[in-house]
């Protein structure tokens, strides 16, 4: 049973969500500051965060970055911000998924789902992935990523990114096409987080001086994997 941890300052908040996920047959923890969401992510079995953008203590942002210097815990960022750039910088961030307050409680229980659904290790299918005489290593079932010989913190929407473009490279996938497959079909955002993603992988892998991208930009029509095995 997955735990899912809700921080917000607001209790009636943090309440009502958690009634809607124990309805739903999650476990829930609940945290009213960064410095309490930290904690429980150190110390307890959180499958998932819910965190608001505000809080008491700092910013939700803040607490985003602090979380991955540490953790893969997919992460669904709550904020009354609408603007697409405070958006891109949750992405930027580490963050799996965006919603705007107000915001539909049973949305959330959707959107939890299938972020926990796409993180699950069982539902890939089993192998490795190794590119360019084994410079890129991918374990398709951990989700870890080898560059150099060096581990590489990758998100799980990233994660899934790069899987899905390495499964068939040369193929060269549309924005859309690939947020459908590698953030789920019923992700709502702008197609242009994907230039988001590619990005932060693209600054994670730290290829050597010389080395091609493993994700090439193909103008006009989207992005395709360049790396051979």
Request: charged residues 30%; aromatic residues 4%.
């Given at each position: 049973?997955?735990?899912?941890?809700?921080?917000?300052?607001?209790?009636?908040?943090?309440?009502?969500?958690?009634?809607?996920?124990?309805?739903?047959?999650?476990?829930?923890?609940?945290?009213?500051?960064?410095?309490?969401?930290?904690?429980?992510?150190?110390?307890?079995?959180?499958?998932?965060?819910?965190?608001?953008?505000?809080?008491?203590?700092?910013?939700?942002?803040?607490?985003?970055?602090?979380?991955?210097?540490?953790?893969?815990?997919?992460?669904?960022?709550?904020?009354?911000?609408?603007?697409?750039?405070?958006?891109?910088?949750?992405?930027?961030?580490?963050?799996?998924?965006?919603?705007?307050?107000?915001?539909?409680?049973?949305?959330?229980?959707?959107?939890?789902?299938?972020?926990?659904?796409?993180?699950?290790?069982?539902?890939?299918?089993?192998?490795?992935?190794?590119?360019?005489g084994g410079l890129l290593e991918l374990d398709t079932v951990s989700g870890e990523a080898r560059c150099a010989g060096r581990t590489v913190a990758l998100t799980p929407a990233e994660q899934r990114l790069l899987q899905t473009l390495a499964r068939r490279p040369s193929r060269v996938y549309a924005r859309e096409e690939l947020a459908e497959l590698a953030l789920g079909p019923n992700y709502e955002g702008d197609a242009r987080t994907i230039d988001q993603h590619v990005k932060n992988i693209r600054q994670k892998l730290e290829l050597p001086a010389g080395e091609p991208p493993f994700i090439e930009t193909v103008y006009g029509r989207g992005y395709r994997f360049g790396g051979a095995p």
């Open positions: 049973m997955a735990t899912v941890l809700i921080v917000d300052d607001e209790p009636l908040i943090r309440e009502a969500l958690a009634s809607y996920l124990r309805r739903e047959g999650y476990e829930t923890s609940e945290a009213a500051s960064g410095a309490e969401a930290l904690r429980h992510v150190r110390e307890g079995q959180i499958d998932l965060v819910v965190l608001d953008l505000m809080l008491p203590d700092g910013s939700g942002e803040d607490v985003c970055r602090d979380i991955r210097r540490f953790s893969p815990v997919p992460v669904l960022m709550l904020t009354a911000k609408s603007s697409r750039e405070s958006r891109l910088q949750g992405l930027a961030l580490g963050a799996d998924d965006y919603v705007l307050k107000p915001f539909d409680p049973l949305e959330i229980v959707a959107r939890i789902r299938a972020i926990l659904r796409r993180a699950d290790p069982g539902a890939l299918l089993a192998e490795r992935l190794s590119f360019r």
